[in-house]
């Protein structure tokens, strides 16, 4: 998920929490792909929700920083 998708679903009424689990699961799964080649097995880490929540959170707060 883009940043400007991120700022966009959350104007629209989203709460921060919500979107950080949409992020985890799209970033998770991003990962769950890369890792199914075999020379790529252990690369990439899972995110937990407190990390998703941080990036959504630091995303929102400079938005609002930038618009004023």
């Known amino acids: 998920m ?9 104007k629209k009424g989203l709460s921060k929490e919500v979107l950080a689990k949409i992020y985890r699961r799209e970033y998770n799964q991003g990962i ?21 929540l941080s990036y959504v959170e630091k995303i929102i707060y400079m938005y609002i920083k930038n618009e004023r």
Do not use: C, D, L, M
């Open 2 to 10: 883009k940043k400007e998708q991120i700022i966009e679903k959350w």
């Open 32 to 52: 769950k792909v890369v890792r199914a080649s075999v020379e790529n097995r252990h690369k990439g880490r899972f995110i937990t929700n407190y990390e998703a």
